[in-house]
T-cell receptor, first 112, second 117 residues
Framework: AQSVTQLGSHVSVSEGALVLLRCNYS??????LFWYVQYPNQGLQLLLK??????LVKGINGFEAEFKKSETSFHLTKPSAHMSDAAEYFC??????????FGRGTSLIVHP | GAGVSQSPSNKVTEKGKDVELRCDPI?????LYWYRQSLGQGLEFLIY????????KSGLPSDRFSAERTGGSVSTLTIQRTQQEDSAVYLC???????????????FGPGTRLTVL
């Protein structure tokens, strides 16, 4: 069994501030974890993925995420938010199944 | 290269009508997924095709929903006797050959926005 919880349906930050989007998962086997971004009226695009090679994963557009097994977390961060980062972000887990489970998404709002 | 494409981009229909949504995956991708995205609900898995294997239909919400994949490529999602609660964005995604590691990412199309009046 696998599940994902994204804390906070909306996160609001100022331009230049730290971005932190939270994701906690559960999986009965070692998981693969993904973060996707969705811009308005577009499909989802992969930001980064964890595949057990390294616990700190770097993705596109300056985002990174750290896998913490003890906390069952895979939080997404970016040191300095840009206006262009405003979008919907989805965390997904795949553990023992070829069908990933997605979180409900977090809408990132960036204020000038 | 070409990504996943879906058509139509928008579909407005009347309650009770049937609709067909089309997905063209990336060439060579053997895995294909359909999801439904409702406001504030995240992605709801509908159906999964992998090569010539029988599809996993465990996510289809009712027998009004069906999907097929012809020739291992194009897929069509059909909703019969549409209801207002079927209004949502329907997303298609494809993946390359699924290896034993299962870490392949999904490539998503732009979706079809379905509105049932």
């Amino acid at each position: 069994a696998q599940s994902v919880t994204q804390l906070g349906s909306h996160v609001s930050v100022s331009e230049g501030a730290l971005v932190l989007l939270r994701c906690n998962y559960s999986s009965s086997v070692p998981p693969y974890l993904f973060w996707y971004v969705q811009y308005p009226n577009q499909g989802l695009q992969l930001l980064l993925k964890y595949t057990s090679a390294a616990t700190l994963v770097k993705g596109i557009n300056g985002f990174e995420a750290e896998f913490k097994k003890s906390e069952t977390s895979f939080h997404l961060t970016k040191p300095s938010a840009h206006m262009s980062d405003a979008a919907e972000y989805f965390c997904a887990v795949r553990g023992g199944s070829y069908i990933p489970t997605f979180g409900r998404g977090t809408s990132l709002i960036v204020h000038p | 290269g070409a990504g996943v494409s879906q058509s139509p981009s928008n579909k407005v229909t009347e309650k009770g009508k049937d609709v067909e949504l089309r997905c063209d995956p990336i060439s060579g991708h053997t895995a294909l997924y359909w999801y439904r995205q409702s406001l504030g609900q995240g992605l709801e898995f509908l159906i999964y095709f992998q090569g010539n294997s029988a599809p996993d239909k465990s996510g289809l919400p009712s027998d009004r929903f069906s999907a097929e994949r012809t020739g291992g490529s194009v897929s069509t999602l059909t909703i019969q006797r549409t209801q207002q609660e079927d209004s949502a964005v329907y997303l298609c995604a494809s993946s390359p050959v699924i290896t034993g590691t299962g870490d392949n990412e999904q490539f998503f199309g732009p979706g079809t926005r379905l509105t049932v009046l």
